[in-house]
């Protein structure tokens, strides 16, 4: 290990406690000014000190976690952080599931992961297509209802004020996770389309 360690320890509420996971951090021989740590829902991607880890982490860095649902509540996102590691040449060490992802084993399972995940997206996208053909075979033009734009407009917002999680979002308006994320792929390729008016 070359460069410099660092831990993260996470709780999804105020009145949680971080002190179980600082002392196994410690116990790792990690700094206690080198602990970045939030009180913030797992299944939100940006979080203040995790983004902050993310500006100072440099190759031969190591992240070291408690466990991996303290990294992420969500698969998608923990394989994201995990692959940007990788690229990055940032080790990454779970204690609880006694995983390092600069090893061999780690890098198996790290590829494992990434298999899941696009099984399940081939999955879904299978789904939905054959959902659709059902619809248009009985009539329908479409598998669902338009979408209130306002409710769209009104979910979007909430989500880029990353105070509430996707959950409560629906909840409150009505609007799935799924259209959600379809609204902002279409939104960053409308900005990158923007930024880049000569591309295609």
């Given at each position: 290990m070359?460069?410099k360690?660092?831990?993260?320890?996470?709780?999804s509420?105020d009145a949680?406690?971080?002190?179980?996971?600082l002392?196994?951090l410690?116990?790792?021989?990690?700094?206690?000014?080198d602990?970045?740590?939030?009180?913030?829902?797992?299944?939100?991607?940006?979080?203040p000190?995790?983004?902050?880890?993310?500006?100072?982490l440099?190759?031969g860095?190591?992240v070291?976690?408690?466990s991996l649902?303290?990294?992420?509540?969500?698969t998608k996102?923990?394989?994201a952080?995990?692959?940007?590691w990788?690229?990055r040449?940032?080790?990454f060490?779970?204690?609880?599931?006694?995983l390092?992802?600069?090893?061999?084993?780690?890098?198996?399972i790290?590829t494992v992961?990434?298999?899941?995940?696009?099984?399940?997206r081939?999955i879904?996208?299978t789904?939905?297509?054959e959902g659709?053909?059902?619809?248009r075979?009985?009539g329908?033009?479409?598998g669902?209802k338009?979408m209130d734009k306002k409710?769209?407009?009104?979910?979007?917002k909430?989500?880029?004020?990353?105070?509430?999680?996707?959950?409560e979002?629906?909840?409150?308006?009505?609007?799935?996770?799924?259209?959600?994320?379809?609204?902002?792929w279409?939104?960053?390729?409308?900005?990158?389309?923007?930024?880049?008016?000569?591309?295609g």
């Amino acid at each position: 290990m070359t460069g410099k360690l660092f831990g993260y320890a996470r709780v999804s509420t105020d009145a949680q406690s971080l002190e179980r996971q600082l002392d196994i951090l410690k116990e790792f021989g990690v700094l206690e000014a080198d602990v970045f740590t939030d009180k913030i829902s797992g299944t939100k991607l940006h979080r203040p000190q995790l983004d902050q880890l993310q500006r100072i982490l440099r190759a031969g860095d190591t992240v070291i976690v408690e466990s991996l649902s303290r990294l992420s509540r969500s698969t998608k996102d923990l394989l994201a952080i995990l692959e940007d590691w990788q690229v990055r040449n940032i080790a990454f060490i779970s204690i609880k599931e006694r995983l390092d992802f600069s090893t061999a084993t780690g890098k198996l399972i790290l590829t494992v992961l990434a298999a899941i995940a696009a099984f399940e997206r081939d999955i879904t996208y299978t789904r939905v297509r054959e959902g659709l053909a059902s619809a248009r075979a009985r009539g329908r033009v479409g598998g669902r209802k338009p979408m209130d734009k306002k409710k769209l407009e009104q979910a979007l917002k909430l989500y880029d004020a990353k105070s509430l999680t996707l959950s409560e979002i629906r909840e409150a308006t009505g609007v799935s996770a799924s259209v959600i994320y379809r609204a902002l792929w279409k939104r960053r390729d409308r900005d990158a389309s923007k930024e880049n008016p000569h591309n295609g």
